[in-house]
Antibody, heavy 117, light 111 residues
Framework: EVQLVESGGGLVKPGGSLRLSCAAS????????MSWVRQAPGKGLEWVGR??????????DYAAAVKGRFTISRDDSRNTVFLQMNSLQIEDTGVYYC????????WGQGTLVTVSS | QTVVTQEPSLTVSPGGTVTLTCAST?????????SNWFQQKPGQAPTSLIY???NRHSWTPARFSGSLVGGKAALTLSGVQPEDEGEYYC???????????FGGGTKLTVL
């Protein structure tokens, strides 16, 4: 059974940092391109970024709204992908989902990040 | 800034057929956009329905089909069921799958 379990969400002040983790199981993690998607309260889905597999160069790409502030990394030995979020802004508030998109179609249940003073 | 546009809302009768579309401000949507479709119900994580324009996942009911129509990506539901009610999102990739952009979502009501 495929599982993606996000953790690390919580309340943080504007300008602060947070590191999200996503633990994967049930598929070959090292082959997978891992994505992060977020959803502000009552709003639609927003693509945050993605990290390719090691064999594809571990390349990362980011949405313009988070580029320069967010960093995605992976640890294939732990089947885990990370989202380091710095300089957080109020508009970064939302549920953050870890996903394996395209041909896999796997989603986690999400973790809530609240940026508030 | 690239914007992906979907119908804000659609209503369909049970057993009917409905087509949701996904347009790009950069021009016609092609197979190179690797369009994906997702369903989300209130309080739940999204579930993946279609990838690479036309491909269903193993769990996607056969009544869901993806295509390109008139320069847009399209999701057609045939023989709509009450449980198909929910929010539907498309995702397009740009620059050879470098950048993803979601549409704003379509709220589908089955009435």
């Amino acid at each position: 059974e495929v599982q993606l379990v996000e953790s690390g969400g919580g309340l943080v002040k504007p300008g602060g940092s947070l590191r999200l983790s996503c633990a994967a199981s049930g598929f070959t993690f090292s082959d997978a391109w891992m994505s992060w998607v977020r959803q502000a309260p009552g709003k639609g889905l927003e693509w945050v970024g993605r990290i390719k597999s090691k064999i594809d160069g571990t390349t990362t790409d980011y949405a313009a709204a988070v580029k320069g502030r967010f960093t995605i990394s992976r640890d294939d030995s732990r089947n885990t992908v990370f989202l380091q979020m710095n300089s957080l802004q109020i508009e970064d508030t939302g549920v953050y989902y870890c996903a394996v998109l395209l041909s896999r179609g796997y989603w986690g249940q999400g973790t809530l990040v609240t940026v508030s003073s | 800034q690239t914007v992906v546009t979907q119908e804000p809302s659609l209503t369909v009768s049970p057993g009917g057929t409905v087509t949701l579309t996904c347009a790009s401000t950069t021009g016609a949507v092609t197979s190179g956009h690797y369009s994906n479709w997702f369903q989300q119900k209130p309080g739940q994580a999204p579930t993946s329905l279609i990838y690479n324009t036309i491909n269903r996942h193993s769990w996607t009911p056969a009544r869901f089909s993806g295509s390109l129509v008139g320069g847009k990506a399209a999701l057609t539901l045939s023989g709509v069921q009450p449980e198909d009610e929910g929010e539907y999102y498309c995702l397009l990739y740009y620059g050879g799958a470098q950048l993803g952009v979601f549409g704003g979502g379509t709220k589908l009501t089955v009435l």
